[in-house]
């Protein structure tokens, strides 16, 4: 858990960033929705809603080449 809020901070592109997308992204398929995730994971539901709108982003980024 303390490593996704040290990885949230970090930069976008990176690594540690694109992990913490995915890992928000299961959380939420996991936990049913954005509150439920945040509160088992010591996050904000904002916190898990900007993470997984930059993986969606990345990803239609990526259809798009």
Do not use: Y
Not at 37 to 55: D, M
């Amino acid at each position: 858990q303390g490593g996704l809020r040290r990885s949230v901070l970090c930069r976008q592109g990176t690594w540690m960033d694109n992990f913490s997308q995915l890992q928000a992204f299961m959380w939420a398929n996991e936990h049913g929705n954005f509150c439920a995730a945040a509160r088992a994971n010591g996050l904000t539901p904002s916190t898990i809603s900007k993470l997984i709108t930059r993986l969606e982003n990345r990803a239609f980024d990526d259809a798009r080449v």
